[in-house]
C-alpha cells in the first residue's frame, strides 16, 4: 500500500535506512577528520601574593602550595613548558584550588576571587596558546559569585568555573546554590570540581596528616555522591561537571552505590547512571589499576587527561601522561582519554 507521495512503504523504510547509514557515515567521518587536542584539564598556578592574602584571610595551608614551583617566574614556566611539550600536552587549565575563595566573609571572598581571576587572565594573556582557566567563584555568597563569574566569563573569556568539593561549611549540592548552577546550565558551560584539603573535617584524617593521601579522594567521594543524592546532573543536563581523581572511590564502590541506596537513600536514578553524566580527570598518580577501574565503571567517554600539576611534576608529570596509553586499555580508548574528551567538554574541538 502506498505510503504518501507516491512512495511505497518499502521504498520509504529503504531511504530512511540508506540516510541513516549515510548521516553514520558523516558522523563517523567528522569525528575522524576532528583533530584531537591534548589538554591538561587539572593543574595548577599560584603567587606569592595571592597565598599572602588567602592567608591574612585565615587559610592556614597555604605551605601546601608554596615553593611547589607553580608560579609565574620565566623558570618555574620554562619547566612546566618543557614537560607539556615532551608529552605532547598543548594546554592546561588553570585551576585556582585548593586555594578557591570560598571565604565566609563576603568582602574577603569577593576580593580575593577577583584576584584570583585577574591574576588567571594575567597568565593566559602571556601564554594564551599554553593556557586557559576556570573561573574562582566567591561562594558560598551566590549574588557575588554570579557577578563574579559574568566578568570572568564574558570579559576575560574563562572556560568554565570551578569550586571546592566543600564550600566551607556548605556541600556542593546545597539548595542555596541553585542561582549558580542555573547560570552555569544556562550558559552550558564547565564547572570543574576539586578538593579543598579539609579532611573531611575528621578528627580521624587531619591529626594523621591524611588531608590529602585519602584526605582527597574521600572529599571526591562524598562530594559526587552529593551531586547525585540531590540531582544536580539531571536538573542542569546542559552543565559539563567534572570531578577529580577518577572520581575518589566511585569506581570501586560502583555496584556498592546501586544496591544500598536502594534501601538506605532511594533515588529516582540509580547512582551509576547519575554518575556517567559526569566527567572525572585522569589523575590517579599512574596507578593502571585505578584507571582501568574508573574506565570500566563511567566510561572512556567520561575520563579527561589531568596531572594535578605541580603535584604531578617532574617525572611523575610524564608518568601521569603516559600511564594513559600502557595501562592497556581497549584500542581507541587511551587516545579519547588523552586527546578528545576534554577539548569536547571544553568545546574547544
Ligand atoms: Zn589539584
Redesign the pocket.
Do not use: M, P
Given at each position: 500500500m502506498g505510503c504518501g507521495y507516491g512512495f511505497t512503504r518499502r521504498e520509504v523504510l529503504r531511504a530512511a535506512s540508506l540516510a541513516a547509514a549515510g548521516m553514520l557515515a558523516g558522523v563517523r567521518l567528522g569525528a575522524q577528520a576532528k583533530k584531537g587536542m591534548r589538554i591538561d584539564i587539572?593543574a595548577?598556578l599560584w603567587t606569592t601574593d595571592y597565598l599572602d592574602l588567602c592567608q591574612s584571610y585565615g587559610n592556614v595551608d597555604t605551605g601546601t602550595q608554596r615553593n611547589k614551583g607553580a608560579g609565574m617566574g620565566q623558570e618555574e614556566i620554562d619547566k612546566r613548558f618543557a614537560l607539556m611539550e615532551a608529552n605532547g600536552v598543548e594546554m592546561q587549565i588553570l585551576?585556582i584550588?585548593p586555594q578557591a575563595p570560598h571565604f565566609e566573609n563576603k568582602e574577603h571572598a569577593v576580593k580575593a576571587a577577583r584576584m584570583a581571576n585577574d591574576l588567571y587572565a594575567e597568565a593566559v594573556s602571556r601564554w594564551p596558546k599554553k593556557f586557559k582557566a576556570f573561573a574562582a567563584v566567591p561562594l558560598p555568597h551566590v549574588d557575588e559569585a554570579l557577578k563574579e563569574l559574568e566578568r570572568a566569563l564574558d570579559q576575560l573569556k574563562f572556560v568554565g568555573a570551578t569550586i571546592e568539593t566543600f564550600i566551607g561549611a556548605h556541600s556542593v549540592a546545597d539548595p542555596a546554590f541553585a542561582p549558580f548552577y542555573q547560570e552555569l546550565n544556562r550558559r552550558a558551560t564547565v564547572l570543574y570540581i576539586?578538593p579543598s584539603g579539609n579532611g573531611l573535617d575528621s578528627p580521624f584524617v587531619i591529626p594523621f596528616n591524611l588531608r590529602w593521601a585519602i584526605g582527597a579522594p574521600m572529599e571526591d567521594t562524598v562530594s559526587i555522591m552529593h551531586l547525585i543524592e540531590a540531582g544536580i546532573p539531571q536538573k542542569y543536563p546542559k552543565l559539563k561537571i567534572v570531578n577529580?581523581h577518577l572520581g575518589g572511590m566511585i569506581p570501586m564502590a560502583f555496584q556498592r552505590l546501586d544496591n544500598i541506596s536502594k534501601w538506605e537513600h532511594p533515588l529516582p536514578e540509580l547512582p551509576t547512571i547519575t554518575a556517567k553524566r559526569m566527567w572525572y580527570c585522569s589523575v590517579g598518580h599512574a596507578h593502571p589499576p585505578a584507571l582501568r577501574a574508573a574506565v570500566d565503571s563511567m566510561g572512556a567517554d567520561r575520563i579527561c587527561l589531568g596531572s594535578?600539576y605541580p603535584?604531578e611534576g617532574g617525572e611523575l608529570y610524564n608518568h601521569a601522561v603516559q600511564y594513559i596509553s600502557e595501562s592497556g586499555l581497549k584500542p581507541g580508548d587511551a587516545e579519547k582519554i588523552l586527546d578528545r574528551n576534554a577539548a569536547y567538554v571544553l568545546g574547544l574541538a
Open positions: 587539572h595548577h585551576d584550588c576539586h577529580s594535578d603535584y
